[in-house]
């Protein structure tokens, strides 16, 4: 029983969302490393990996599957909501998936073609979709993987769609009935949460 509150805090993932993930659209730049990145990132422990794994189940040629689960990673790191990605290393490559403004601003890419990025990921964002970066490196030297290098070479994104709960609008008005507002945390960007709210 509650006794008195003002604020409740709420997820959005899995909360306010159903939590199901497929993956909608892809933008890549060099299509085949972004599918070695997906695939050497993937650790599938949550519903972000479980989609992006789908989606390379459906769209990447079972040949090119087989060869891809064959490379060699020599060091992983663990995606953290506090670094806001993660890293495998392979004898050729470092592979990085991540927050797109994150990669985007230590990618060696121009201002203008940063901005032409940035401007697909509000725009996608703004329709509330999740949206996840793809960089990489040529592994050239003892490149520690736990710290995000500058000069990534930028490789694109990949958005995922999450469908929005129903019956949340009859919770959100007894909230506000009871003048208790409410606030939503999340790891997504702010815009996909925004986008997110208005559906509810």
Same mark, same amino acid.
């Given at each position: 029983?509650?006794?008195?509150?003002?604020?409740?805090? $709420?997820?959005?993932?899995?909360? !306010?969302? #159903?939590?199901?993930?497929?993956?909608? @659209?892809?933008?890549?730049?060099?299509? +085949?490393?972004?599918?070695?990145?997906?695939?050497?990132?993937?650790?599938?422990?949550?519903?972000?990996?479980?989609?992006?794994?789908?989606?390379?189940?459906?769209?990447?040629?079972?040949?090119?599957?087989?060869?891809?689960?064959?490379?060699?990673?020599?060091?992983?790191?663990?995606?953290?909501?506090?670094?806001?990605?993660?890293?495998?290393?392979?004898?050729?490559?470092?592979?990085? $998936?991540?927050?797109?403004?994150? !990669?985007? #601003?230590?990618?060696?890419?121009?201002? @203008?073609?940063?901005?032409?990025?940035? +401007?697909?990921?509000?725009?996608?964002?703004?329709?509330?979709?999740?949206?996840?970066?793809?960089?990489?490196?040529?592994?050239?030297?003892?490149?520690?993987?736990?710290?995000?290098?500058?000069?990534?070479?930028?490789?694109?994104l990949v958005f995922i769609?999450?469908?929005?709960?129903?019956?949340?609008?009859?919770?959100?008005?007894?909230?506000?009935?009871?003048?208790?507002?409410?606030? $939503?945390?999340?790891?997504?960007?702010?815009?996909?949460?925004?986008?997110?709210?208005?559906?509810?």
């Amino acid at each position: 029983t509650l006794g008195s509150v003002d604020t409740i805090c $709420v997820d959005k993932t899995g909360t !306010l969302t #159903e939590g199901k993930m497929r993956v909608v @659209k892809v933008e890549f730049l060099d299509r +085949e490393i972004a599918e070695q990145t997906l695939i050497t990132t993937n650790n599938q422990v949550n519903a972000v990996d479980n989609a992006l794994f789908e989606w390379l189940d459906v769209n990447v040629s079972a040949r090119n599957l087989v060869d891809y689960h064959e490379i060699e990673i020599i060091e992983r790191k663990i995606f953290s909501s506090d670094d806001k990605f993660s890293a495998a290393k392979t004898n050729e490559y470092i592979h990085i $998936v991540g927050a797109p403004e994150l !990669l985007l #601003e230590k990618s060696s890419l121009s201002k @203008k073609d940063q901005k032409q990025w940035l +401007e697909l990921i509000e725009s996608e964002a703004s329709n509330g979709k999740r949206i996840v970066a793809l960089a990489y490196l040529k592994n050239e030297s003892e490149q520690n993987i736990e710290e995000l290098p500058d000069n990534l070479n930028w490789n694109g994104l990949v958005f995922i769609e999450d469908p929005v709960r129903e019956g949340l609008e009859e919770n959100f008005a007894a909230t506000a009935r009871a003048g208790i507002d409410v606030k $939503v945390i999340t790891g997504d960007i702010q815009t996909t949460a925004l986008a997110v709210m208005k559906q509810v």
